[in-house]
Each structure stands twice: as C-alpha cells, then as structure tokens.
C-alpha cells in the first residue's frame, strides 16, 4: 500500500473540507486511489495515551495509517495468549498469561516480544482505549467472574477459557486501525511488568477523572436533543441485536444441558447390553458388540458437547457483552453531543465570557463531529467482523454436528458389517 | 385405516437378497414388533429389509403350520365403543377388527372381501388363559401389554390414546400370527373359532371349564412348595427368564429415559429457528442465510418425532421377550409342580410300603401313634391286622399307579416342553438379533438425517 506521506497538523479550528463526513468510504478507496492523502504516523497527534478534552488534532488525523483486516497480506503483527501460570504471593493469589508478540511494525524496537500479563492488565488496556476513543468499538473482555457455571477463578476449564477470550481480545485490537498503533497497546505488549506498572500510574490524575465523569453524568441527565436519525436507527438495531444474541446464548446453553443429560442416560444403556448378553449364547455376540456401539457414541456426543462448550458458546457470549459495549458507546456519544447542546445553548443565552464559551463550543462541536465519524466508521468495521465471526461460528458448528453425525454412522455401520459377516461365516447366507 | 400391502421381501435366514426402496412414512404404521423394517440409503454394501405382515406369513408358511398355508390373518382396525358394563354403567372400550382370508384367493389375484369380527382386549385375554392351562408345557405367546409401561413423558399413559391403541392393533396381530405359526397351538379349536365365529366363541370357550383350571393354576405357581430332584435344565431355564426378564426391564427404562432427554435436545434447536427469523429481520446482508438457516432448525427439531416413534417399535420388540420370559419362567415353575406332585406321590407310597413291611413283620421302624397307641394299649387283633394290611396293600397298588401316572406325565411334559423351550431359543434369537439390527439401521438412519439437516444448515450459514 503506498502513498504519499504528508505531515499534516490541521488546528483545531479549522472545519475545512480536510474533515471528511463519513471517512469509511475513503478507507475502502485507500488501496486504490494512490493520490489520496495518508497523514502522519506522527505518535505525538495520535497519542491516544493522554485524554486530551481539547483535542489539538483533527478528526481525520486520529485515524492513521490503517491496515485492512481482511488483507492478511498486509498483516503485520501477531499475538498469541498462552501459557496459564499461578502466583503466589503474601497477599493474593493470581494467574498470569504470556503474550508473546511477532511484528514487523518498525514503531516496535524489536521484532519479538514475551512478557507475562494478568486479567487486571488486559482491564487497564480496555479502559485506556475506552478512554481515548469513546465512539469507537473495544472488543470485550470476558467477565471477571462468571455468574453461571463455574465459580471457581482457578477452575482449569475457567481459566483457558478466559485465556482463549484473551487471546481473541488481543487480536481484535490488533486488527482494528486505530487500536493497534495506541502507545497503550504498544506498551502493553512490550514493557516488561515493572515498567507497565509505572507506565499505568502516569495516567491521568484520579482528580481529572473525576472531573470528566461529572461532565458526563451532567451531560447524561440532560439528555440529548437533536439525534441524528443514523443513531437513533443504530440503538434500534442494537436492542434488537442485544436481544437475539442473549437469546441466541441461551438457547446453546440449554443445548448443552439438555446433551449433558441425553449423555448421562445414553451411558447406561452399553453396561445394560453388555449385562444381558452375559445370559446369553448365541445373542451373546451381537449384545456385546451393540453395547460397544452404544459406548463409542457416548464418547462422541460427548466430545460433541465439549466443542460446543468450547467454540460455540463464547463467541455467543462475547457478542452479547459487544451488544452492551455497543450501548455504553451510543450513550458516551449521545453525551458528547449533549454537551454540544448544552454549550450551544449556553453562549446563546449567557452574555459573559463569550469569547471563552465560544472556544469551548467549537471544541465541543469538532469532538461532536469527530466523536460520530469515529463511530460511524467503527460501526461499518464492527458489522463486518461480527458477520465474519458468527458466520464463521455458526459454520464450525453445523461442521462439526455433521461429523459428529458421521462418527456414529460408521460406529452403527460396522456394526451391521459384522453381522452380515457373521451369517454368511454361519452359511446361512450366500451374498455372492 | 386401510391395510397397505407392503413389498415382500427376505428373511436374513433363507431367501436370497432384494433391494427395495425407501418406505413412505405412512406405511410404517402396519409394522408389527413381529416384522422389521429399515430404510434403505446410499449403503455401499448390500441392505437387507424384513418383511411386513405380509411377508410374516410367508415366513410362518415356511415354518409350514397348516393353519397359515390355508389363511392369512390379521388384525386391521380399531374402533371405539361405549356400551353398558357387567355391573351396568357406561363404558368406553376399544374393539379390534380381526380379518381372516383364504391364501388361494390373494395368490390367484382375485381379492375377495375377508372374513371378519370384532373382538376386545378381554376376549384375548380369556383365550390366552384358556391356552395357557390346555397347553401347560408350551410356552404361549404373550399379548401386549395392558396397560403402557415404560413410557417418557411424551408418550400417553392413557389406554385410549390413539398411538396406544395403534400399538396395541399391531401388537395383537402380532399375537394371533405367533399362535398361528405355532405347530401345537394352531391346530387348536378354541383359537380357530376364535379368529372365525363372532357370536358364541365365549360361550364355547366357557364351556370348557378353563376358567376354573385358569384360577387353581395361578394358585398352584404361586404356591411356595420345595422340589428336591428338579430336571436341571429347567432350573437353568426358569433362572435365565428371571435374568431375561431383569435385563429387559432395565433396557426398557434406561432407553425410556434417553429417548425423553433426546427429545429434549431436539426440540430445543426449535428455538434456534424462532431466534433466527427473528434475527434476520434486523439484518441487512446476513437475513436470507440466517432465515434458511433458520428453517433447517425447524426441520431437525421436528424431525426427533419420527425418530422416536420408530425406536417405540423397537422397544415393543423387546416387550414381547420380557412378557415371553414371563410365558418361559410359568412353564419350569409348572415342571416343578409336576415334578414336586410325583415326588409328594412317590413319598406317599414309600411310607405306606413301610408301613405295611412293620405290620407285616410286626417290627416297628416308623414312630407312628397308631404304633405307638397300639404298644401302650396292647396290640390289635390279628383280624384287626389283616384288615389293615389289605387297605394298606389297596393303598399301595393305588400310589404305584398313581406314581407311574405321575411319572408319565413328568415324562411327557419334560420332553413336550423342552421341544417348545429348544423351539422358542431358537426363536428368540432370531427375532432379537434382527431387532438389535433394526435399531442399528434406526440409528443409522437417524445420522444420516443429521448429516443432512446439517449439512443444509452449514450451507446457509456461509450464505450470512
């Protein structure tokens, strides 16, 4: 992918024409259209470390250099999450995974990296990108304690399960445009465990924390005015989507304990074929061989049910937890543009300090514009790989039943290849 | 309910190999537990497939009963009926029509209209009875039962369920047809009149006094009473009914309860189909793949019901050999009765020739208190004494009659009945291994219904 690199630092206040509406057309063309301009990789505009409320950089410029995730060509970073360990220590217990990263990105000092990371640092990491990009989609994280099921944290199934959730979080901020190139990102899967626990102190003051979130529960209870018909048909779809997904859940899930039950009954059945034919003699034979039959199938329908635990289920439960995070972002934008509003209306009625309240408005205004574009060009990548993923999902399953079904066939097929074998052996049968 | 011919075909056991194709579900309905039937798919290697009650008939001519070279029977239809009972009140009862036609007719091609009757549950019943205590030695063909046992909870409980009712019409033919094959109990009167004269069959049937025999033989097997020399054979035989009888019992519920919780599994992927139409309506692109998928769903949740209902056949298979077991263990407890009465008879005569031998040579051996009466109060008169020896040698002659009369009959029946026990293993082998290939085909079928339905869906998901 080539272009023309150009140092652009558009101000603040300058709405041009630089500030596309709807950017998501211009990504597709990207590859195409040699002449367009890619701005800067320049970290210190796009550092998505420091909140900045007064953001000195345009809209345009937030998006740098994207690499599409559907061209594995230009894919140029590769994180896995493995190796489950436990530590001891006076005060906790606690696991740690290692995430191991290959990359070719020349921002990365090296071109491997190894660290050890625990659940509480993948959380700072979300919250850093939440932060930093309010409108845009972080991919969820599985939940800190799961509700239903297990309860144990350090549960074997518990903890490769969160750790499979952890690795598909890695990779889905590494295949989005703006995560992957976040400081955040970088140190987190470069800095050694000492320096990140620095680096995370370094955030911004609990007090300027404070402070936003006073803003954005004020800007809540205000509610917002004017939503753009787009938004409002985003919520609409995001009710419906959080709906059929959670349904979607839970139908699996019942699935599953209606298999497990099936399989609990089904194991009976071999040990009872194989009793009887302990009182017979001629029927001894293909008694003893049905209750085999009978054994392999349960083996089957029981790694049947473990795959659906395994590959089914959580990406089920992961986009139900995207369905809220989808919420939580409308609503963080439906704040901004209140606050919009809210400014708007201000300088319109207070006669002081207009100059200042002006200033504050045109912020207001390009974090507004900047806020929805963010949002509607995530939204467009967000349907793409959440088609992907369910379609993908959906397919592995039917596969996977499909052999399941075939497992058993051939089980109950030989079964009667061994009993026509048996009444020709007899001679009672000639099959010529 | 018209009775379908179905296509005639082999039995694994003598006639050579014919393909057939896939039976239409509608036509599985006159499968008897009697008759086998399985569907034939892309099998690479040669299927077999059992016949229907058509075919059955042939089978039993093969067995050559002359009863079954010269009728063909069944049992076609069943109706309701209310009518005033014993103690006149109104009830509901179900009557089953029994259909009996020449076999020259049906081969010559003409169809002439059969013979029929009407016949209830109770009116089986009391044949069967009468069976049962005419042919002591043999071991009679059980009925279906009376009321459903082993049932998962979608299946009825209630005797006038209609699938109840249908199960039970095959299962009765299936017993008129086991009698009839039977080289004893197919020459039989009663049974005979039975399947051709409506009216007075009962009348007929009483007048033989079976009723009486019927109630004095449930008394005697369920008397408790000590054998001392039973045949070996039979105690070996009356264990393995138990066994039979306990394994059975179990396979039945433990298949109950996996059909129910398959049932389960099924139907829940229903919800998949609702979840998905719903789904694909807020969906721009994935919509077509989701809503087809979506109907895949539908038909793998609706499909557990003829799975099920094809299993229940099987399980009414194995319920006729866990009733058989119950027919198998009445025949060694009557042989041990027979047995224990020639042993009672044999005992008898013993003591009485004993008793004769002291009086003959006045020593006494047995403590008896005619003896010991007669030492303390003085002895009898010789006249006395030679009065006695002759009602004791009158006895003596009777109990060695009686014991050779006992011994006769313990003859006749071990070897009658172990004929029928040889005749009924062989039996019971055969029809349980072809039961236990049924279920495999069941099985098979049921996958391959899987990989289809699946394979559909699999196909429509990537379309999302």
């Known amino acids: 992918m080539s272009g023309s690199v150009v140092d652009n630092t558009v101000s603040s206040g300058n709405s041009s024409a630089a500030i596309p509406t709807d950017i998501s057309g211009q990504i597709l063309d990207l590859d195409e259209d040699d002449d367009l301009e890619v701005f800067s990789k320049d970290t210190t505009l796009t550092d998505g470390s420091s909140f900045n409320a007064s953001m000195q950089t345009s809209p345009a410029s937030m998006i740098n250099q994207y690499k599409f995730e559907e061209d594995a060509d230009t894919k140029d970073i590769f994180v896995t999450v493995d190796n489950p360990e436990s530590h001891v220590t006076a005060i906790e217990t606690y696991i740690t995974y290692r995430v191991m990263t290959k990359t070719t990105r020349s921002e990365f000092d090296s071109s491997e990296f190894e660290v050890r990371r625990r659940y509480q640092d993948f959380l700072w990491l979300k919250g850093r990108l939440e932060e930093a990009h309010p409108t845009l989609i972080v991919h969820p994280l599985p939940e800190k304690f799961v509700v239903k099921g297990m309860v144990e944290r350090f549960n074997e199934d518990f903890i490769e399960t969160r750790r499979r959730a952890l690795h598909r979080f890695l990779n889905k901020i590494a295949e989005h445009p703006i995560f992957s190139s976040s400081e955040d990102f970088k140190i987190f899967l470069t800095a050694a465990s000492g320096e990140l626990t620095s680096h995370k102190k370094q955030g911004p003051g609990f007090l300027s924390r404070m402070g936003d979130t006073v803003k954005a529960v004020a800007a809540a209870v205000r509610g917002v005015r004017n939503r753009p018909q787009e938004f409002t048909e985003m919520q609409e779809y995001v009710e419906a989507f959080s709906q059929k997904i959670s349904s979607l859940d839970k139908v699996t899930q019942r699935i599953v304990r209606e298999q497990k039950e099936y399989l609990e009954e089904l194991k009976e059945c071999g040990p009872t074929y194989a009793l009887w034919s302990q009182s017979e003699e001629e029927l001894a034979e293909p008694l003893k061989n049905v209750a085999g039959c009978v054994d392999r199938c349960c083996k089957e329908t029981e790694e049947q049910v473990k795959n659906l635990s395994d590959q089914l289920i959580p990406v089920l439960h992961e986009y139900v937890l995207c369905a809220d995070t989808l919420k939580a972002v409308l609503r963080r934008r439906d704040n901004i543009q209140a606050d919009f509003e809210a400014k708007t209306e201000a300088l319109a009625t207070k006669k002081a300090d207009r100059d200042t309240m002006r200033d504050d408005l045109d912020k207001a205004e390009d974090r507004l514009e900047w806020a929805n574009n963010a949002l509607k060009s995530d939204w467009t990548r967000w349907q793409k790989v959440m088609r992907t993923d369910l379609r993908s999902a959906f397919v592995d399953t039917a596969e996977r039943n499909v052999s399941y079904y075939e497992k058993c066939l051939a089980v109950w097929e030989s079964f009667l290849h061994s009993q026509r074998t048996d009444a020709e052996g007899n001679g009672k049968v000639d099959f010529s | ?464």
């Open chain 2, 1 to 464: 309910m018209s009775r379908t011919r179905e296509v005639t075909l082999c039995s694994l056991y003598s006639l050579p190999v014919v393909f057939v194709g896939i039976k239409p579900p509608e036509l599985k309905k006159t499968i008897s537990p009697f008759a086998l039937n399985f569907q034939l798919g892309n099998f690479a290697d040669i299927c077999i497939e059992y016949c229907d009650s058509v075919d059955q008939n042939l089978q039993m001519v093969e067995k050559g009963t002359s009863l079954l070279k010269k009728m063909e029977i069944s049992v076609a239809e069943a109706e309701k009926r209310t009518g005033k009972n014993a103690v006149n009140m109104q009830e509901t009862y179900t009557v089953y029509l029994i259909e009996t036609r020449p076999v020259d007719a049906a081969s010559e091609g003409t169809n002439p209209v059969p013979d029929s009757l009407w016949r209830r549950y109770s009116e089986f019943e009391q044949l069967r009875n009468y069976l049962l205590v005419t042919y002591p030695f043999l071991v009679v063909p059980p009925l279906p039962e009376k009321r459903a046992e082993f049932v998962w909870h979608k299946l009825s409980a209630d005797n006038m369920d209609p699938d109840f009712v249908e199960r039970r019409r095959v299962g009765l033919e299936n017993f008129l047809l086991r009698v009839a094959s039977h080289p004893d109990l197919s020459t039989d009167k009663i049974f005979y009149s039975f399947l051709t004269e409506e009216n007075g069959w009962k009348e007929t049937v009483f007048e033989t006094g079976f009723q009486a025999k019927a109630d004095s033989r449930l008394k005697a097997l369920n008397a408790t009473f000590r054998v001392k020399n039973p045949d070996k054979r039979f105690a070996e035989m009356k264990h393995y009914g138990d066994e039979l009888q306990s394994v059975i019992s179990q396979l039945l519920r433990v298949r109950a309860r996996a059909a129910d919780r398959l049932y389960g599994v099924y139907k829940v992927h229903g919800n998949y189909g609702r979840v998905f139409s719903e789904w694909s309506a807020i969906e721009k692109e994935m919509g077509d793949g989701l809503q087809s998928a979506g109907h895949h769903m539908d038909a793998y949740a609706a499909s557990v019901d003829d799975i099920l209902e094809e299993e229940e056949h099987y399980a009414d298979q194995l319920k006729e050999y866990l009733f058989y077991a119950d027919a198998l263990r009445a025949v060694c407890r009557k042989h041990e009765l027979t047995q224990y009465e020639l042993e009672m008879a044999a005992q008898d005569l013993t003591s009485k020739k004993q008793q004769r031998e002291e009086l003959a040579t006045g020593t006494i051996r047995t403590f008896s208190l005619k003896g010991m009466t007669s030492k303390l109060f003085g002895q009898e008169t010789p006249e006395q004494r030679e009065a006695k020896l002759k009602m004791l040698e009158t006895q003596i002659e009777e109990g060695e009659e009686l014991v050779k009369e006992r011994n006769g009959e313990c003859e006749e029946f071990v070897k009658s009945a172990w004929v029928d026990i040889e005749r009924f293993k062989e039996q019971k082998d055969h029809d349980l291994r072809e039961a236990l290939i049924s279920y495999a085909i069941m099985q098979i079928s049921m996958c391959k219904k899987g990989i289809q339905v699946w394979n559909n869906a699999k196909e429509c998901f990537s379309k999302m």
